[in-house]
């Protein structure tokens, strides 16, 4: 044996020289590259050619798996030989799915070279199988073109067939050579019963049959034939034949020897006689079984897909580019109000009324020239009065990019149209009413406090007079229920403004300590009879706001005389002061009261909702939370 070059993958030097003296041992002469990582693998693919190709699993900088890849990729004739220590079984069965040639574990390196030899010979024999490959493809170009040449041939011979007897010998020995490889199979019939007097040899590997089973023997064709195509096919013969049809297509099914059925394309050429009778009769079986699979297989996925457009509950179609249906699903019947056969392969004019007609027709001609899907809202005529829907439309692009059909997928939203309509007139209702509830207030506030401040005025002079005790309680009396009426009046015409989006605001620099110690003064005398402890934190430097001095003074008023009011007896009432992002200031007020319920946070700033206080004797109305809001 000549001396085996071999490019060995290995950062082990004692591992390498033992590979070396186990293939000497083992008979094999080689000279060996080794190599230990990407750089001089590639470097070593591109420089020389190798008989074969060791590599181990895992290296530091590189792995075997990657120099399959490489090899494969550059060298892919050159047998691929793992030789590792640490590949396990699964590893050695997925490399060798990926085209590796062995694998050898390291403490089994007595195997080695065996497999060189086993990879060499699997290698030579490849190489000896792709040469007789390229032999084979050569004579069968070879063969091919001496069988146009002969085709030639033949027709010429067949000009002078009276002339050249020997020839025809030849060209009929030819015939049958051409007639075997052929996938069409050729008889000669009687035309009297039918009976097949020549069968082409071809029918073997075909069919399976030996031309003498079926050469004289009656009935042989028509037992072949598929029982479910007989009666078809014996009457399309003789309506022919009785009609002088010189040609015959038909497609139907044969019977091979294995009971097997295959499709075949029948082309029958009748010659006639003088007389008008048959005289002879050629029969052309070309096999279509593939054809046939093909287009069962598309018929299946057509009736699937039309299932599933069936079952939608939206309304689908497709049209060609001349806006003709071409496929619908059965709620686009429903909504049409005609059958499908009635509307496959007609247009919108011919379907629906010309004005709705022509409506979708331009949205068609939109989605085409954007050539993109849009979404439109579109009406139909149906028995039970006119119902819109909601449509999507877009095309179906060839592989270049131009549309070809316009699919349509319609959701009818009559009754959420409805329901919409409805929504929007109870809405304007609410509107209408809240404005008129609103005006209401605001002129019963006014009417009010006319009344209600001479009522204060004559008290206020009763309370200058020199009156008795009793008397004096009675005016202080008048006066406190009057303040308080009057103070219910302003809030409400406060509520009445801000829902009428009447109240204006007047922002001002405002130093925010200042205001809130006007607030702590003013609430100081009610914390002061419930014994509750005020506390402002302010921050060390002042601070100055942009606000409504009034409103801001209102809602500290508010909060703060909640937070007195509803605290336990000698509680506490904290103000605080944190500075927010982008230069806010936030004031916040903290007591030590009961709290709220979780379950009632969502009415806090409700007008008029005291959140159960009303049960109580704390004196309010609900509507200070409401203006701090």
């Not at 990926?98 to 694998?103: I, L, Q, V």
Request: hydrophobic content about 45%; charged content about 30%; glycine content about 6%.
């Amino acid at each position: 044996m000549s001396v085996l070059k071999i490019l060995h993958l290995e950062d082990s030097r004692l591992d390498a020289d033992l590979v070396e003296a186990t293939l000497a041992s083992g008979g094999l002469a080689a000279e060996i590259v080794r190599v230990d990582g990407r750089e001089t693998f590639e470097a070593a693919l591109e420089s020389g050619q190798f008989d074969v190709i060791l590599a181990d699993y895992n290296l530091p900088t590189f792995d075997g798996v990657s120099a399959q890849v490489l090899a494969a990729q550059s060298h892919p004739e050159v047998p691929f030989i793992f030789l590792s220590g640490s590949i396990g079984e699964e590893l050695a069965v997925e490399r060798l799915k990926d085209g590796a040639t062995d694998y050898v574990l390291k403490d089994r390196m007595a195997r080695l070279p065996s497999a060189v030899r086993r990879a060499l010979d699997e290698a030579a024999e490849r190489a000896e199988r792709r040469r007789a490959e390229e032999q084979v493809h050569r004579l069968n170009t070879e063969l091919e073109q001496r069988v146009v040449e002969r085709t030639a041939a033949l027709e010429r011979a067949n000009d002078a067939l009276a002339r050249r007897e020997l020839e025809l010998k030849d060209a009929k020995s030819f015939l049958e050579d051409l007639i075997a490889a052929s996938p069409s199979m050729i008889f000669r019939l009687d035309p009297s019963d039918l009976r097949i007097t020549y069968a082409s040899p071809n029918i073997g590997w075909l069919l399976g049959y030996d031309t003498a089973e079926l050469v004289g023997v009656s009935g042989a064709l028509e037992q072949m034939i598929h029982p479910g195509d007989r009666t078809r096919v014996r009457e399309a013969v003789q309506a022919a034949v009785d009609g002088g049809t010189v040609q015959i297509e038909q497609e139907y099914r044969l019977r091979g020897k294995d009971g097997r059925y295959r499709w075949f394309f029948s082309l029958m050429r009748v010659d006639y006689g003088a007389a008008g009778r048959p005289e002879t009769m050629l029969l052309y079986c070309l096999d279509i079984a593939d054809r046939k699979a093909a287009e069962d297989a598309r018929a299946e996925s057509e009736r699937r897909l039309q299932a599933i457009l069936d079952h939608s509950p939206a309304v689908i179609s497709l049209k060609d580019m001349s806006g003709r249906y071409i496929l619908i699903n059965r709620e686009f019947e429903r909504m049409a109000g005609v059958p499908r056969d009635a509307i496959v392969g007609k247009a919108d004019r011919e379907l629906f009324p010309p004005r709705l007609a022509d409506a979708y027709r331009a949205n068609d001609d939109q989605v085409l020239s954007k050539n993109r899907g849009l979404e439109i809202e579109e009406t139909f005529l149906q028995s039970d009065g006119v119902h819109v829907y909601h449509s999507v439309k877009f095309p179906l692009l060839d592989a270049a990019g131009r549309p070809y059909a316009l699919c349509a997928i319609s959701i009818d939203i009559t009754e959420r149209k409805k329901t919409d309509d409805a929504l929007k007139i109870a809405r304007l209702e609410a509107e209408r009413a809240n404005r008129a509830k609103s005006e209401f207030l605001s002129r019963m506030s006014h009417d009010l406090r006319t009344p209600l401040n001479a009522i204060l005025g004559f008290a206020q002079l009763l309370e200058l007079a020199d009156l008795g005790e009793d008397e004096q309680e009675g005016v202080a009396q008048i006066l406190k229920g009057g303040q308080h009426l009057l103070h219910l009046i302003n809030e409400v015409l406060d509520i009445a403004r801000i829902e009428a989006g009447h109240l204006s605001l007047s922002p001002e620099p405002v130093n925010a300590g200042e205001v809130v110690q006007q607030a702590i003064e003013l609430v100081g005398p009610l914390a002061a009879a419930r014994g509750i402890a005020l506390e402002v934190r302010a921050p060390a430097d002042e601070v100055v706001i942009l606000a409504d001095r009034q409103r801001l003074n209102q809602i500290l008023l508010n909060l703060l005389s909640n937070a007195v009011k509803y605290n336990r007896p000698n509680g506490r009432v904290t103000v605080g002061f944190d500075h927010l992002d982008a230069g806010r200031l936030r004031i916040t007020v903290t007591d030590t009261g009961a709290g709220i319920p979780p379950a009632k946070l969502a009415l806090l700033f409700k007008p008029f909702e005291r959140l159960g206080a009303e049960q109580t004797a704390i004196e309010g109305t609900g509507l200070g939370l409401a203006h701090s809001a």
